[in-house]
């Protein structure tokens, strides 16, 4: 009988996505697939990827079926199982969607966890999942920050940016964060100690150049782009010599009809800077390396890591829109069990 309520992807969204572009179903709960298990999710993660997920287009992962559930990275816990490593009620992160049962064969992504080390399961997919892990590698094996650097950081108040902006000060890095609105500003320099906060909300082009001028005289040594658009492009005009772009997202153009570009790549030769597209699957095998030391961070109070929970998958198109209205307050994520 019907018990497994599943976020349906109907139609491919075209520029923002609206309701009717997915569908909550209802259907059994699957079987047990041969050597692998039922895992009900408890936590989903809300990421603007999923929104590149939702196109019909070429990416590193590939596009989400028409039919299918929205795919997400999710923790729950083992309900059945025919394979040993994963015992009935053990802890589980997986890449599963957004349903309130998966059947799961696993694979590259499958990991038991110990939830015992954590204040709540949901841990796993901020700090100690692809959120945290993707500033922590994004930021030390790709930025190299040396102390003294100055760090700018795009979104700094989400989850990746507010976790890259306190690992730069970690190391020794001077930086600067941009975000919108005067509260996620606050938070910058109050909660996650940036050293500058740059409201681009209201700012022109040249607007937002003159306060990165301000805030960074002799240069940016390294930009954590999670944006893209209009503020990638006030950037790379005060980049230091031989700085390093890790360009992580561009959440400003993932709803875009037409795609904004860089218009001033010539920027990049002229500071003779480095553009690296980056994807935190890379780090695959170093995660729980990476998680050991963002756990022990957050251990001794150098590591604040906000999350933005909502409640219910009858809300899971409201909470997937948070993202893109800058409302998500932290790393979002949608509690379905």
Known sequence: MPGNRRFILRRRPVGDPVPNDFELVDEDIPAVPAGGFVMRNHYCSLDPAQRGWMADEESYMPPIPLGDPVRATCIGTVEASDNADFPVGSWVV?????????????????????????????????????????????????????????????????????AVGQIGKILGCRTIGIAGG??????????????VAIDYRGKDHEALRAELAKAAPDG???????????????????????????????ISEYNSVERHGLKNLWQVLVHQATLHGY?????????????AQMAQWMAEGKL??????????????DAFMRLFSGRNTGKLILKIA
């Open 94 to 162: 997986e890449l599963n969607s957004i349903e309130e049962y998966s059947a799961v064969t696993p694979g590259h992504f499958t990991a038991v966890v110990d939830v015992s080390i954590v204040d709540s399961p949901s841990r796993f997919l901020s700090a100690l999942g692809a959120v945290g892990l993707t500033a922590f590698f994004g930021l030390t094996e790709v930025g190299k920050p040396k102390p003294g650097e100055t760090l700018c950081v795009s979104a700094a108040a989400g989850g990746v940016g507010s």
């Open 182 to 195: 005067p509260e996620k500003c606050r938070r910058l320099t109050e909660d996650y100690g940036f050293d």
């Open 220 to 250: 940016i040594d390294i930009v954590f782009e999670n944006v893209g658009g209009e503020i990638l492009e006030a950037e790379v005009f005060h980049l230091a010599k031989e700085a390093r772009i890790v360009l992580c997202g561009l």
């Open 279 to 291: 994807l935190v699957m890379d780090y695959a095998p170093r995660f729980a390396e990476g998680g």
């Open 304 to 317: 604040r890591v906000d999350e933005d929970v909502q409640e219910g998958i009858d809300n899971s198109y």
